[in-house]
């Protein structure tokens, strides 16, 4: 049951990471970025997760994936069941685009640019 940004047992929702191994090309640019030195390269060099719960949320992995074989995984108060949130980064800057099950998106721009 949850309960405003906490679960009934008093452990705050997390978004984690979603892994779409089919889209993975094993180049391993989110294991080189990952600041919890979390994901690594599997026998089949997939990506793999070593532990959900240790994850930072920082979302450096689904930022530089240029294949979208990671993306949040968000909490159902987020964004409905079957949600989505992407990145699509740019030179300068990173732009999300939010989408819920019935199809509604959002697009949210940065206030700062980077670079």
Do not use: H
Not at 49 to 54: A, L
Not at 59 to 69: G, S, T
Not at 94 to 101: D, G, H, P, Q, T
């Amino acid at each position: 049951m949850l309960a405003g940004n906490k679960l009934k047992d008093g452990r705050r929702k997390k978004m984690g990471v979603w892994i779409k191994r089919e889209q993975c090309i094993g180049c391993g640019e989110c294991v080189q970025i990952c600041p919890g030195d979390l994901l690594y390269l599997d026998q089949e060099e997939k990506v793999s997760i070593r532990s959900s719960r240790e994850c930072w949320q920082c979302m450096a992995c689904v930022k530089c994936c240029l294949f979208e074989a990671l993306s949040p995984k968000l909490p159902y108060s987020s964004a409905d069941y079957g949600g989505t949130l992407c990145p699509y980064q740019g030179q300068k800057k990173i732009n999300w685009v939010s989408k819920n099950k019935g199809g509604r998106v959002e697009k949210y721009f940065p206030t700062k640019q980077f670079g």
